[in-house]
């Protein structure tokens, strides 16, 4: 009888150890995805799709700003404003005079600080892209 039951100890050691290492992959698969973990997995595409978000992110912000969607006449001089503001105890006071005197200098300045407030979004945007993009380029980890 005991070379029976050492084999069924053989057996179910083999598929023990399947469902540990399947049970593993499944804990690594899910795991919440952050940039460095898409940093460590799929490397320049992940920082080059987080840089892509952003600056479209931006550039459709700074596109609103200017033609005046987000505000207008008052509206965006009291943004502008706020902005200067808000910026102007860390930037050199010929920045906060630019965007206080310059209105593209300032819609851009609006532009970029909404987009601060983005950044969540943004992120998650990444998370969801940087697989699929990896993929199309055949860089799956």
């Given at each position: 009888?005991?070379?029976?039951?050492?084999?069924?100890?053989?057996?179910?050691?083999?598929?023990?150890?399947?469902?540990?290492?399947?049970?593993?992959?499944a804990t690594s698969e899910a795991e919440p995805l952050t940039l460095s973990l898409l940093w460590k997995r799929y490397g320049t595409v992940?920082?080059?799709t987080h840089f892509g978000v952003y600056f479209v992110t931006l550039?459709?912000?700074?596109?609103?700003v200017s033609a005046g969607l987000m505000g207008q006449g008052e509206e965006k001089k009291e943004a502008v404003e706020k902005v200067a503001k808000t910026v102007e105890?860390?930037?050199?006071?010929?920045?906060?005079?630019?965007?206080?005197?310059?209105?593209?200098?300032g819609a851009f300045a609006v532009a970029w600080v909404t987009a601060k407030f983005t950044e969540p979004v943004r992120l998650v945007v990444t998370i969801f892209l940087v697989p699929r993009i990896a993929r199309r380029l055949g860089r799956v980890i």
């Open positions: 009888g005991s070379g029976s039951g050492g084999g069924a100890k053989a057996k179910s050691g083999d598929s023990s150890s399947k469902v540990a290492s399947e049970s593993s992959s992940a920082i080059a550039a459709g912000l700074y596109g609103g105890p860390y930037v050199w006071s010929s920045v906060v005079d630019q965007i206080r005197s310059n209105p593209e200098f």
